[in-house]
């Protein structure tokens, strides 16, 4: 079994020209960590429709949309927002903490 644990992503200095960062931690677990409002979120940098990276999709709000096919995702939870995407994304925690952005993965 994989026991969640935070891990340092970021520091938050590296969100003041940007609202995103791709956190790769290897293999196929690459994490989009976004900051919306001042507040960190967290979830796979991969569509589930047909695994297009959505690191350069647009930002609506807490929306995230796929610039592959459009589909939109909650980065708040990874809810499938509208097809062509049926599946959610995996969600990660976030806290701040010292200047620092971590994520439970
Ligand atoms: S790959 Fe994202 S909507 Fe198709």
Request: aromatic content about 6%.
């Given at each position: 079994m994989h026991l969640k644990k935070w891990t340092e992503a970021a520091a938050?200095?590296?969100?003041e020209e940007t609202d995103r960062k791709m956190i790769d931690l290897g293999g196929s677990r690459q994490i989009g960590l976004f900051k919306v409002d001042g507040a960190f979120y967290a979830i796979?940098?991969?569509?589930?429709?047909?695994?297009?990276?959505?690191?350069?999709g647009d930002l609506e709000g807490f929306e995230l949309v796929c610039?592959?096919?459009?589909a939109r995702f909650?980065?708040?939870?990874?809810?499938?927002?509208?097809?062509?995407?049926v599946r959610g994304v995996a969600s990660f925690k976030t806290k701040v903490e010292d200047g620092k952005v971590f994520l439970k993965v």
């Open positions: 938050v200095d590296e969100f796979s940098a991969w569509c589930s429709h047909q695994r297009a990276t959505m690191m350069h610039p592959l096919h459009g909650d980065i708040r939870n990874g809810a499938a927002l509208s097809l062509p995407a």
